[in-house]
């Protein structure tokens, strides 16, 4: 089993509609959790950080169920500027090493 | 705002030649990464770095890669041989610390190194 799974999509989204995906993590130590985003061929950029109480900024939704091992990210009113691959991301240790899910590609379309 | 910079941004070399690739990490930061990329695949960890020596490294980080960080501003990373299978996007990045709050990793734009 890979320790950070995520559906690589594509998902096509509507302008204007809400999108949400999973992530599942087997490591039970995981200690932080973040969604970052991908552009194609450039850096990781950090979206959000999760919170076991789940945490909104703006259109952006997170969740964290320890107890089922996985985190969600929800994109409410897609813009075509939410086009990207998000990147389910964690730490594992006291050091800060991120592990990173495959990523899941996201295309809103007009 | 402050950012990580990498350079070269890319970088195309011989097997079995050396490459540097060089970051300079955001000014108060004290803790470095580099990771990289394979093109396709995900983002992998390669090395931690705090108070001028190794905290952690993976298993792609054998003998022939190295850091450093010579000065109080640059972060490098050397690939001593290089081989076909070290063509990747390379970021570097870096935290004030991993405690909760000050964890967010800032990711420079990346090396892409393409080894012929």
């Known amino acids: 089993r890979k320790e950070v799974e995520q559906d690589p999509g594509p998902f096509n989204v509507p302008e204007g509609a809400t999108v949400a995906f999973n992530c599942t993590y087997s490591?039970?130590?995981?200690?932080?959790f973040f969604w970052y985003r991908q552009d194609c061929r450039k850096e990781p950029k950090l979206l959000m950080s999760?919170?076991?109480s789940g945490n909104e900024d703006g259109r952006f939704t997170a969740q964290l169920n320890r107890a089922s091992q996985y985190i969600s990210l929800l994109i409410r009113d897609s813009k075509l500027s939410d086009s990207a691959t998000y990147l389910c991301?964690?730490?594992?240790?006291?050091?800060?090493?991120?592990?990173f899910g495959a990523g899941t590609q996201v295309v809103v379309t007009p | 705002e402050p950012e990580v910079t990498q350079t070269p941004s890319h970088q195309v070399t011989q097997m079995g030649q050396e490459v540097i690739l060089r970051c300079v990490p955001i000014?108060?930061?004290?803790?470095f990464y580099w990771y990289r990329q394979i093109l396709g695949q995900k983002v992998e960890f390669l090395v931690s770095?705090?108070?001028?020596?190794?905290?952690?490294k993976s298993e792609i980080f054998d003998d022939q890669f190295s850091v450093e960080r010579p000065d109080g501003s640059n972060f490098t990373l050397k690939i001593r041989s290089t081989k076909l299978e070290d063509s990747a996007m390379y970021f570097c990045?870096?935290?004030?610390?991993?405690?909760?709050?000050?964890?967010?990793?800032?990711f420079g734009p990346g090396t892409r190194l393409l080894v012929l």
């Open positions: 770095f705090y108070n001028n020596e190794i905290s952690e």
């Open positions: 490591n039970s130590a995981s200690q932080s």
């Open positions: 999760v919170y076991s």
């Open positions: 991301v964690m730490t594992t240790d006291s050091w800060g090493k991120l592990q």
């Open positions: 000014s108060n930061h004290l803790y």
């Open positions: 990045a870096s935290t004030r610390g991993p405690e909760e709050g000050q964890e967010t990793q800032y």
